[in-house]
């Protein structure tokens, strides 16, 4: 009776959780708890084991231990989910646990406001103080313990745990196998949002581990990978259509065939100083001499031969009329923390409200939110790559470290730029004192050559103060910002830079987490307001060119906040990661407007065009966002994506469809496919160590 008795309970409590779990986040429990029941078994099997060794007194202590854990595991992720908006990972927790501090405040803000979900994780503490009670009652007085017996039926219950956890595996093949079913996410694709959603949060961490210690497995039933959406059309009522053919692997099949917006062309009025390029029947490719053949042949394994045929027929995009534009500038790059649209204000933050409305106005960009936030956000601005997933990927990049031969501290150190980078927070926090000089930057931070003001968040005015005098007279140049004004949370009691500009938005008809936002981004403002007077000052801000993204959307606030912002409510898988692109430059005298869909990883390939840089466009995930090959491609951490013919949701599995013309026959199936290989093959650029090929 013991051993089934904490068989049940275990289950019962683990069961519970993930069902707690799923309903508070997802608001649905029935898809995650069908295939974590059949998990929960495992997990069930092996703690009854761990809490069946010695003596009633050791047993006690140890299944109340291990039940509290269980409940710990789950409080511990759902906070983190609260305060991220993202699943925490196996290398964050072994990695990132020395900066856990630093968010103290946050963490007593989301404790508070989750004790009722909070009480709940803590439930099955009671199931297993009931089950000690009811078997104490219930059991009979023996004398003397029966190892060998004892032993046996703990053999007997991991034997039959195993068997059912084994049948339970193989079970979800036979469920399905299409392109994100339990089947898919279980042995190949890395999702945790889709994962969590199918599989439950205790077996996405534990694939999570196994990811990390042995890498992602990779399809070959390819033949066998189908693929299941709900088709809406424009204008007409959604129809179901169930795809029974393969997802095929030719990138080039869905490479999207874009074109500029034709009225661009009329809009773009360029000074002397900037003279309008002259129009050209051909461009050449954006590309790099390299001999992918010989590569091919040379490759020393069948993972090495993949990658080089996948960047050998990845798209490409031209030259264009854009291209130089810039060549020989000076050129200022900004991650902006937790930046948005709704930090614009005419009146109070004028400096941004003037250089989201000239220059380059990007009408669509899209800032994804990525697994590892800050530092993830970082990574696809710089790289114009995927994050892998599970891990820090700018930190992996730096540990052998990797070669970055296109990042733009490399890239403009060559043409003898002085290339600097500054962060006005802790200097080796995501191991930015590893990463960015492994960019090729002369990297400054607090602790680390930067003096800043002690206060939580630290002021982007006073970095750009400290730091614009060591490089403004020092042409040509390129610097590269992370700032940390707009940080988490919007409070003005936790918040310096929203408390330090409190009066200035008390009069704004919005919550208190929404003002605090705009307050400490005023910071942000002034900050850039200075930099433009020093480059002015120096005289040189007509050759300077100036670029400005969020790491990721302001997640410390409450959707309801966001909601409020908008003056609507925001859609979640799309909209709310609609962010602004600042491209700048003092001599560009009417916008130039992009309508195209675009994000953080076009920032790569499109600056280095405008200062025609010699990169390849295969190279990256991104595109050059105003070449005529590129009508525009946003890629979600979900897997979601945005093209110029259809907008397909993971979650839900619908395509809605952009476009009058009919779409191209498998356009989705194989766009899905196309996704896929961009997570893969930008993990693999990591893992392999790709650019050493073509520094």
Same mark, same amino acid.
Request: charged fraction near 20%; charge should be negative.
């Given at each position: 009776?013991?051993?089934?008795?904490?068989?049940?309970?275990?289950?019962?409590?683990?069961?519970?959780?993930?069902?707690?779990?799923?309903?508070?986040?997802?608001?649905?429990?029935?898809?995650?708890?069908?295939?974590?029941?059949?998990?929960?078994?495992?997990?069930?099997?092996?703690?009854?084991?761990?809490?069946?060794?010695?003596?009633?007194?050791?047993?006690?202590?140890?299944?109340?231990?291990?039940?509290?854990?269980?409940?710990?595991?789950?409080?511990?992720?759902?906070?983190?989910?609260?305060?991220?908006?993202?699943?925490?990972?196996?290398?964050?927790?072994?990695?990132?646990?020395?900066?856990?501090?630093?968010?103290?405040?946050?963490?007593?803000?989301?404790?508070?406001?989750?004790? !009722?979900?909070?009480?709940?994780?803590? /439930?099955?503490?009671?199931?297993?103080?009931?089950?000690?009670?009811?078997?104490?009652?219930?059991? $009979?007085? =023996?004398?003397?313990?029966?190892?060998?017996?004892?032993?046996?039926?703990?053999?007997?219950? !991991?034997?039959?745990?195993?068997?059912?956890?084994?049948?339970?595996?193989?079970?979800?093949?036979?469920?399905?196998?299409?392109?994100?079913?339990?089947?898919?996410?279980?042995?190949? +694709?890395?999702?945790?949002?889709?994962?969590?959603?199918?599989?439950?949060?205790?077996?996405? #961490?534990?694939?999570?581990?196994?990811?990390?210690?042995?890498?992602?497995?990779?399809?070959?039933?390819?033949?066998?990978?189908?693929?299941?959406?709900?088709?809406?059309?424009?204008?007409?009522?959604?129809?179901?259509?169930?795809?029974?053919?393969?997802?095929?692997?030719?990138?080039?099949?869905?490479?999207?065939?874009?074109?500029?917006?034709?009225?661009?062309?009329?809009?773009?009025?360029?000074? $002397?100083?900037?003279?309008?390029?002259?129009?050209?029947?051909?461009?050449?490719?954006? =590309?790099?001499?390299?001999?992918?053949?010989?590569?091919?042949?040379?490759?020393?394994?069948?993972?090495?031969?993949?990658?080089?045929?996948?960047?050998?027929?990845?798209?490409?995009? $031209?030259?264009?009329?854009?291209?130089?534009?810039?060549?020989?500038?000076?050129?200022?790059?900004?991650? +902006?923390?937790?930046?948005?649209?709704?930090?614009?204000?005419?009146?109070?933050?004028?400096?941004?409200?003037?250089?989201?409305?000239?220059?380059?106005?990007?009408?669509?960009?899209?800032?994804?939110?990525?697994?590892? %936030?800050?530092?993830?956000?970082?990574?696809?601005?710089?790289?114009?790559?995927?994050?892998?997933?599970? /891990?820090?990927?700018?930190?992996?990049?730096?540990?052998?470290?990797?070669?970055?031969?296109?990042?733009?501290?490399?890239?403009?150190?060559?043409?003898?730029?002085?290339?600097?980078?500054?962060?006005?927070?802790?200097?080796?926090?995501?191991?930015?004192?590893?990463?960015?000089?492994?960019?090729?930057?002369?990297?400054?931070?607090?602790?680390?050559?930067?003096?800043?003001?002690?206060?939580?968040?630290?002021?982007?005015?006073?970095?750009?103060?400290?730091?614009?005098?060591?490089?403004?007279?020092?042409?040509?140049?390129?610097?590269?910002?992370?700032?940390?004004?707009?940080?988490?949370?919007?409070?003005?009691?936790?918040?310096?830079?929203?408390?330090?500009?409190?009066?200035?938005? $008390?009069?704004?008809?919005?919550?208190?987490? #929404?003002?605090?936002?705009?307050?400490?981004?005023?910071?942000?403002?002034?900050?850039?307001?200075?930099?433009?007077?020093?480059?002015?000052?120096?005289?040189?801000?007509?050759?300077?060119?100036?670029?400005?993204?969020?790491?990721?959307?302001?997640?410390?606030?409450?959707?309801?906040?966001?909601?409020? !912002?908008?003056?609507? *409510?925001?859609?979640?898988?799309?909209?709310?990661?609609?962010?602004?692109?600042?491209?700048?430059?003092?001599?560009?005298?009417?916008?130039?407007?992009?309508?195209?869909?675009?994000?953080?990883?076009?920032?790569?390939?499109?600056?280095?065009?405008?200062?025609?840089?010699?990169?390849?466009?295969?190279?990256?995930?991104?595109?050059?966002?105003?070449?005529?090959?590129?009508?525009?491609?946003?890629?979600?951490?979900?897997?979601?994506?945005?093209?110029?013919?259809?907008?397909?949701? #993971?979650? *839900?599995?619908?395509?809605?469809?952009?476009?009058?013309?009919?779409?191209?026959?498998?356009?989705?199936?194989?766009?899905?496919?196309?996704?896929?290989?961009?997570? *893969?093959? %930008?993990?693999?650029?990591?893992?392999?160590?790709?650019?050493?090929?073509?520094?």
């Amino acid at each position: 009776m013991f051993y089934i008795g904490m068989f049940l309970t275990y289950f019962l409590s683990i069961f519970f959780l993930e069902g707690v779990f799923a309903f508070v986040h997802y608001g649905q429990v029935e898809p995650v708890l069908l295939y974590s029941m059949l998990m929960t078994v495992f997990y069930a099997g092996v703690l009854t084991v761990l809490s069946s060794i010695g003596p009633k007194a050791v047993r006690k202590t140890v299944s109340g231990v291990l039940s509290f854990a269980c409940c710990l595991f789950y409080i511990v992720n759902h906070i983190y989910l609260y305060v991220f908006k993202m699943y925490l990972s196996a290398f964050s927790v072994m990695t990132g646990t020395g900066g856990i501090m630093t968010y103290y405040r946050e963490i007593i803000v989301a404790l508070k406001a989750n004790i !009722l979900y909070l009480l709940c994780y803590l /439930v099955p503490i009671l199931f297993m103080i009931l089950f000690w009670i009811l078997f104490d009652r219930s059991a $009979k007085p =023996v004398p003397r313990l029966n190892v060998y017996n004892d032993w046996g039926k703990k053999i007997w219950v !991991l034997t039959v745990t195993f068997a059912i956890f084994f049948t339970a595996v193989r079970s979800l093949k036979v469920l399905g196998s299409e392109v994100y079913s339990p089947y898919d996410l279980y042995h190949y +694709a890395e999702v945790p949002e889709m994962s969590v959603r199918s599989l439950g949060l205790m077996t996405t #961490s534990r694939l999570d581990i196994k990811h990390l210690i042995f890498g992602e497995e990779e399809r070959e039933d390819e033949e066998d990978a189908e693929l299941s959406y709900v088709l809406v059309a424009k204008n007409e009522e959604s129809q179901t259509e169930t795809v029974k053919e393969p997802v095929h692997t030719e990138a080039p099949a869905v490479t999207p065939e874009p074109s500029l917006n034709e009225e661009e062309a009329k809009e773009v009025t360029e000074s $002397k100083e900037i003279a309008e390029p002259e129009e050209q029947v051909e461009y050449e490719p954006n =590309v790099l001499d390299i001999d992918f053949d010989s590569l091919i042949a040379d490759a020393k394994n069948d993972d090495m031969k993949k990658m080089h045929e996948f960047f050998k027929n990845n798209h490409v995009t $031209k030259k264009n009329k854009y291209t130089g534009m810039f060549e020989g500038y000076n050129f200022i790059f900004i991650t +902006a923390e937790g930046f948005s649209q709704y930090a614009i204000d005419k009146e109070l933050t004028p400096t941004l409200y003037r250089l989201t409305h000239e220059g380059f106005v990007f009408n669509n960009f899209y800032t994804p939110l990525w697994g590892t %936030s800050t530092t993830d956000g970082e990574y696809v601005a710089c790289t114009g790559l995927i994050p892998k997933s599970g /891990v820090w990927s700018f930190y992996r990049t730096a540990e052998k470290p990797n070669a970055m031969p296109f990042a733009f501290g490399t890239q403009f150190a060559k043409l003898g730029y002085k290339s600097r980078a500054y962060h006005d927070h802790t200097f080796d926090y995501y191991r930015r004192d590893l990463t960015h000089p492994n960019m090729g930057y002369d990297y400054k931070a607090v602790g680390h050559g930067l003096e800043m003001t002690p206060t939580w968040p630290e002021s982007d005015l006073e970095m750009m103060e400290k730091t614009v005098p060591e490089y403004v007279n020092d042409e040509p140049f390129h610097t590269y910002y992370m700032t940390v004004s707009g940080h988490l949370y919007y409070t003005f009691e936790g918040n310096y830079m929203s408390y330090k500009n409190q009066d200035l938005v $008390k009069d704004l008809p919005y919550d208190v987490s #929404s003002r605090a936002y705009i307050a400490c981004n005023i910071e942000l403002d002034r900050a850039l307001e200075s930099l433009i007077k020093q480059l002015s000052d120096a005289g040189v801000l007509e050759r300077t060119v100036i670029a400005l993204s969020a790491d990721h959307y302001p997640y410390g606030l409450d959707k309801s906040s966001i909601d409020n !912002l908008a003056g609507h *409510t925001v859609e979640e898988n799309f909209e709310l990661y609609k962010e602004v692109f600042i491209l700048w430059n003092s001599e560009i005298k009417e916008p130039i407007t992009v309508d195209k869909a675009a994000c953080s990883m076009d920032i790569v390939p499109t600056v280095s065009n405008l200062f025609n840089l010699p990169f390849d466009s295969r190279l990256f995930m991104g595109q050059d966002i105003l070449s005529d090959e590129s009508t525009g491609f946003v890629v979600f951490a979900n897997r979601s994506f945005i093209s110029d013919k259809v907008k397909y949701n #993971s979650i *839900t599995k619908q395509a809605e469809v952009l476009t009058e013309e009919p779409l191209p026959d498998d356009y989705i199936k194989n766009t899905v496919k196309y996704v896929n290989n961009m997570f *893969t093959y %930008s993990a693999k650029i990591i893992e392999k160590d790709y650019y050493k090929f073509f520094k």
